[in-house]
C-alpha cells in the first residue's frame, strides 16, 4: 500500500513540475525546447513574413537558418557553433550578426530557454518512471 501512496505522491509532483512548465511557457516570448524548429516561409508578402513562424536559433537546422534573408552557409555555421543562446539578442552581443544583419531578421528569431528543456527532459524521465512503477504494482 505504501508503495501506491509513493506512486501518486510522484505522480502529483511530475504533474506539478509540468503545470510549471506550461506556466512559464506563457509567461515568456520563448518556445519551449521539444518544440520543433520553426521553418521560415519565404513570402513575397509583409502579411504573410508577419504570420511566418519564428526560426529557434537554438534547434534550427543549417537549412531553415539558411532560409532566413542575409544568412549565408558561414553565418547558419556560426550560429549553431555559437549554441546555446539564452536569448535572440545574443547572436548580436557575441558578434556572430552585425547590428544590420541582426535587426533585419531579428523579427523572424527565436531562442528556446536552455532550463526549460532540461526541465522537460526531466519531467519526461519522471512520467516514464512512473508508468513503470504502474505497471510493476498493477502487475502489467
Do not use: C
Given at each position: 500500500?505504501s508503495?501506491?501512496?509513493n ?16 506556466h ?9 525546447a ?6 521560415h516561409?519565404k513570402s ?13 536559433i537554438?534547434h534550427?537546422t ?8 542575409g ?7 556560426k ?42 527532459e ?12 504502474r ?6
Open positions: 500500500m508503495r501506491i501512496r506512486l501518486t505522491a510522484f505522480a502529483a509532483l511530475a504533474l506539478l513540475a509540468t503545470a510549471s512548465l506550461v512559464a511557457q506563457g509567461s515568456t516570448s520563448t518556445t519551449t521539444a518544440a520543433p524548429a520553426a521553418h516561409e513575397s508578402t509583409s502579411a504573410k513574413h508577419e504570420s511566418a513562424p519564428k526560426v529557434d537554438n534550427a543549417k537549412e531553415e537558418l539558411m532560409a532566413l534573408k544568412v549565408g552557409d558561414a553565418t547558419a555555421d550560429i549553431i557553433a555559437g549554441r546555446p543562446y539564452k536569448a535572440k539578442n545574443e547572436l548580436e552581443s557575441k558578434n556572430i550578426l552585425t547590428k544590420k544583419e541582426y535587426d533585419a531578421i531579428a523579427k523572424h528569431l527565436d531562442a528556446t530557454l536552455v532550463e526549460l528543456g532540461v526541465a522537460r526531466a519531467i519526461d524521465e519522471a512520467l516514464a518512471i512512473v508508468a513503470s512503477t505497471d510493476e504494482v498493477l502487475g502489467r
